[in-house]
């Protein structure tokens, strides 16, 4: 997938000879405009806004190639908020690496190229109606100004009176009434002449942008294609035609291998919690086994001290049992 930096050269080119041309007609182009500024106006600014449109939809592909081709595609949240082309496929690509899956389904890379696509083409219907737009401004205006030019034609040729009048004079009368108008073809011409010069240099940047987004749109094609994880047909199956029975046991297998993948995904998960349960298990194990050794520590140190407290009172016993009998005198 490569940037559209030749596209952006054939467009900027293309305008530099449009501008030189403007140029070398500006006095006529002038004239022209100053004919009705308000339609022309109009026309001039349709232009320029499908112009600023078409740099635009071409520049907003830099971000998305730049993403695809860095070396480690990065699925954090700023990262993904930037992408308007490829959202589908980041947030896919993200989910796929929560489950510890790094490839695609056939499925899901039609959808993704689909979405893609449909995308891209929105990006171009405001330039294409842009380009119908300009033409139909002219249009408009050479129907205006024909409109207004044949009425005064009516209105001149209906108050004409030569019948008492010269020739010579009857011809003076004739021109200097139809100057004003004679006046609105400029109108009509002009706006011609702008809305369709309009139309076709947008239509050129739009060619120039679509055929940009066509080679965005086939490199992310080759891309996903490196992506997808594809099933190998069983039997004598033809190149060219698939059965639907092979179509539903490719996608049933496509189904078991993505709940494989989320049951090793919750296996690892389960491991890891009965690995710290046995950790929490050892460590309660230790605790009880310091206790029990403290109690028989504790019952050891009681028989002893049980054993001398009765040898005392033995003792103390036999000294009573003496000094009463008075063997001690």
């Not at 239509?203 to 094609?221: C, E, H, I, K, T």
């Not at 047909?233 to 709940?259: C, F, I, K, P, R």
């Not at 403290?294 to 005392?312: G, P």
């Amino acid at each position: 997938m490569e940037l559209p930096s030749r596209y952006i050269t054939r467009m900027v080119l293309f305008l530099i000879l449009v501008a030189g041309g403007c140029s070398l007609l500006f006095p006529a182009l002038e004239n022209a405009l100053m004919t009705n500024p308000p339609l022309n106006g109009l026309i001039v600014l349709v232009f320029l806004f499908g112009v600023i449109l078409n740099f635009h939809s071409v520049f907003a592909l830099y971000p998305e190639i730049k993403w695809v081709k860095a070396s480690v595609l990065s699925l954090t949240e700023q990262d993904l908020e930037k992408l308007r082309l490829l959202s589908p496929l980041a947030l896919v690509l993200k989910n796929n690496q929560a489950k510890g899956n790094a490839v695609l389904s056939p499925t899901i890379a039609r959808t993704i190229l689909d979405s893609v696509g449909t995308r891209l083409d929105e990006s171009r219907d405001i330039s294409k109606y842009l380009i119908g737009l300009s033409t139909f401004l002219g249009l408009l205006g050479t129907f205006w100004g024909l409109m207004s030019t044949v009425g005064a034609v009516g209105e001149v040729i209906r108050s004409l009176n030569v019948s008492g009048e010269e020739a010579t004079q009857a011809f003076n009368t004739i021109k200097n009434s139809l100057e004003l108008p004679l006046s609105g073809m400029g109108t009509a011409f002009s706006s011609s002449l702008l809305g369709l010069s309009g139309a076709l240099v947008v239509g050129f940047l739009d060619l120039q942008a679509g055929r940009a987004q066509n080679n965005f749109y086939n490199g992310l094609d080759e891309y996903l294609a490196s992506l997808t994880r594809y099933s190998s047909s069983v039997g004598s199956q033809s190149d060219e035609s698939v059965t639907s029975n092979g179509a539903y046991a490719n996608a049933l297998l496509e189904q078991v291998v993505e709940s494989l993948a989320d049951i090793r995904s919750q296996l690892k998960k389960a491991d890891t919690q009965i690995q710290e349960h046995a950790q929490t298990d050892m460590e309660l194990l230790r605790v009880i086994s310091r206790i029990d050794h403290n109690v028989n520590q504790i019952d050891k140190r009681f028989e002893a001290r049980h054993e001398t407290l009765l040898t005392e009172v033995r003792d103390s016993f036999k000294l009573l049992v003496r000094t009463v009998s008075g063997k001690d005198k």
